[in-house]
């Protein structure tokens, strides 16, 4: 099963747009979430793409500031953001 997920002929972003990866994506080990790195200027974002156990697109989420993400043994994710001019570890939960 294969779904789209780009914002091809989209003209405004809105509530359906899904930010592309920047450079560092990772899958979790359920295969649930792929996770991923988004930059624009000065913008630095981690996000998570959801799919179902049958691999249909659920949801895209925005987990917080950051960039290269990656996945502990618990499942969290880890990635690095600015935090007063330096980077700074910081931690998000996969729902």
Do not use: C
């Amino acid at each position: 099963f294969r779904s789209q997920i780009t914002n091809v002929g989209m003209e405004q972003i809105n509530d359906l747009f899904v930010p592309t990866p920047y450079d560092r994506t990772v899958w979790s080990a359920d295969k649930r979430w792929f996770v991923y790195d988004f930059k624009s200027g000065d913008q630095h974002e981690i996000w998570g793409l959801e799919f179902d156990p049958d691999g249909k697109f659920r949801r895209a989420t925005r987990f917080g500031e950051g960039l290269d993400p990656r996945l502990s043994p618990d499942g969290s994710i880890v990635s690095l953001r600015y935090i007063g001019g330096r980077m700074e570890p910081v931690e998000y939960k996969l729902p």
